[in-house]
């Protein structure tokens, strides 16, 4: 039980272009799905918080313009990286907490490059 | 948001006990402490969680003294699969507000 996935693993994007990450928990309903981005040899940095239902709350330095964050239904949240660019390349992982739970789980990541 | 500090790496040998010790000195009465494992380019696995005392499972066993300021990680006979880093977190759960701050974790090194 309690698992996470992302949709794409990995995407090439050239710059300009938006992508947009899905997302899902498999077997729980999530109220709250996490956003983070990771770069090589370092730890994972807290983007974005988003209860089901409402906007996204997000950390200081995040642009939210950029980033947009869904969260529609309990076993979706997805991030969208407009207009991306070469600094925005980086590793994204989601996790997903429900109410129920004592914990967070996370998805497998997605591995963004921007050309 | 209570801060965790853990030592940067460790090395350990296959079939060795290791022990990993994080520090968490303003700890909050509702907060608990999450163990997880991650290896490259993959998404954090949860290892172990707890409030106080002893928590044991399968993988690992937590311990936690009683002001709580710290809790260590023990991962018996470990083996090369089990390099990694190691993230100990602590957050309140039930709690949709609360958020998890990942600390910079231990890099966890396992030679034959």
């Known amino acids: 039980g309690a698992v996470v996935s992302q949709h794409p693993s990995r995407v090439i994007c050239k710059s300009g272009t938006s992508v947009k990450i899905e997302c899902r928990s498999l077997?729980?309903?999530?109220?709250?799905m996490f956003w983070y981005r990771q770069f090589p040899k370092q730890s994972l940095m807290l983007m974005a918080t988003s209860n089901e239902g409402s906007k996204a709350t997000y950390e200081q330095g995040v642009e939210k313009d950029k980033f947009l964050i869904n969260h529609a239904s309990l076993t979706l949240s997805t991030l969208t990286v407009t207009s991306a660019h070469p600094e925005d390349s980086s590793f994204y992982i989601c996790?997903?907490?429900?109410?129920?739970?004592?914990?967070?789980?996370f998805g497998p990541g997605t591995r963004l490059l921007v050309l | 948001l209570a801060k965790t500090t853990q030592p940067i790496s460790m090395d350990s040998y296959e079939g060795q006990e290791v022990n990993i010790t994080c520090s968490h000195n303003?700890?909050?009465?509702?907060?608990?402490i999450t163990w997880y494992q991650q290896f490259p380019s993959q998404g954090p696995r949860f290892i172990i969680q707890g409030y106080k005392t002893k928590v044991t499972n399968e993988v690992a066993s937590l311990f936690i003294p009683a002001d709580r300021k710290s809790s260590t990680l023990s991962l018996p006979r470990v083996s090369l699969s089990d390099t990694a880093v190691y993230y100990c977190?602590?957050?309140?759960?039930?709690?949709?507000?609360?958020?998890?701050?990942f600390g910079s974790g231990t890099r966890l090194s396992i030679r034959p």
């Open positions: 996790s997903a907490r429900s109410q129920g739970q004592e914990t967070q789980y």
């Open positions: 977190l602590v957050g309140e759960e039930y709690s949709s507000a609360s958020k998890i701050i």
């Open positions: 077997d729980f309903q999530a109220t709250t």
């Open positions: 303003n700890i909050a009465t509702n907060d608990y």
